[in-house]
């Protein structure tokens, strides 16, 4: 799907996993009603139903809710038990993103706030943010027991990186995904710590001020010591790394070697 004009276009690709029977409401238009109750601080289905009962037959009517009300909680639970979530994910980050150039993109993983229960661990949730744009632009669900990296690798696969610069933390310094980023046009700047000394003992002699004469270096606008994104993401030794850029050869110092 091309990038989207407006929020309803997105929505109207979100694949509609209900019975025929629950589809007498169309589901771009009850999806756009629990975005705008969300935004207006719903937190829950509950809280939806009751913001949807207070719109007028004329609001309800512009995104083609025609019955002059919003459903019974009934229709709400069967949309939201079978809603495809990947298929919303995928839809509202192309509205984001609107064919424009993410610029900078910001992944990290959080878990999701009040999904944990006394019985499960809650929500793990890996996302990419393009701070020009304001928006995430790609989610995925982690498996309680499932490889962070790999799901890393899934979620830049389906992004446009060309002309983009990736940020992440530690747990991203890896060949793999560094090469993914470089093969789809991008740059990457991922913070290095003591758990991959090899790899930090060759940004240091490649990048640090006592180079010794002869050891690769970038231009001056991209090599760069600075803090990235949070306070636990600070990188002492920054790399910038352009699609474009040299390889090093096999006596240069390697810029995402594992331990």
């Known amino acids: 799907m091309d990038g989207c004009s407006s929020l309803w276009e997105a929505l109207a690709g979100v694949r509609d996993h209900r019975r025929r029977a629950g589809q007498r409401y169309?589901?771009?238009?009850?999806?756009?009603?629990?975005?705008?109750?969300?935004?207006?601080?719903r937190r829950d289905q509950l809280g939806?139903?009751?913001?949807?009962?207070?719109?007028?037959a004329?609001?309800?009517?512009?995104?083609?809710?025609?019955?002059?009300?919003?459903?019974a909680p009934s229709v709400w639970c069967e949309l939201f038990q079978r809603l495809g979530v990947a298929s919303l994910e995928a839809a509202l980050g192309t509205w984001v993103q609107g064919g424009r150039t993410p610029g900078h993109i910001a992944t990290g993983s959080?878990?999701?706030?009040?999904?944990?229960?006394?019985?499960?661990?809650?929500?793990?949730?890996l996302a990419a943010f393009s701070d020009a744009l304001g928006g995430v632009i790609g989610q995925l669900r982690l498996a309680p027991d499932g490889n962070e990296t790999a799901a890393a690798l899934d979620l830049?696969?389906?992004?446009p990186l060309a002309g983009g610069v990736v940020t992440g933390d530690a747990i991203f310094t890896r060949k793999k995904i560094c090469r993914v980023i470089r093969d789809r046009g991008g740059?990457?700047?991922?913070t290095v710590k003591d758990n991959q000394p090899v790899l930090k003992a060759d940004i240091a002699l490649a990048f640090g001020d006592d180079a010794p004469s002869g050891a690769w270096s970038p231009p001056p606008d991209l090599a760069r010591t600075e803090t990235i994104g949070k306070e636990?993401?600070?990188?002492?030794?920054g790399a910038f790394?352009?699609?474009?850029?040299?390889?090093?050869?096999?006596?240069?110092?390697?810029r995402c070697r594992q331990r």
Request: glycine share 8%.
């Open 26 to 41: 169309l589901l771009p238009g009850l999806l756009l009603i629990a975005v705008a109750a969300l935004l207006a601080g």
């Open 58 to 71: 004329e609001a309800l009517a512009s995104p083609g809710i025609t019955r002059g009300r919003v459903p």
């Open 232 to 237: 636990h993401c600070r990188a002492k030794r």
């Open 110 to 125: 959080e878990r999701l706030r009040g999904s944990a229960t006394a019985t499960t661990p809650g929500v793990h949730l």
């Open 48 to 56: 939806i139903v009751r913001w949807g009962y207070r719109l007028s």
């Open 156 to 159: 830049l696969k389906a992004l």
């Open 187 to 190: 740059a990457y700047a991922f």
């Open 241 to 254: 790394v352009r699609p474009d850029a040299e390889r090093p050869s096999e006596s240069r110092p390697a």
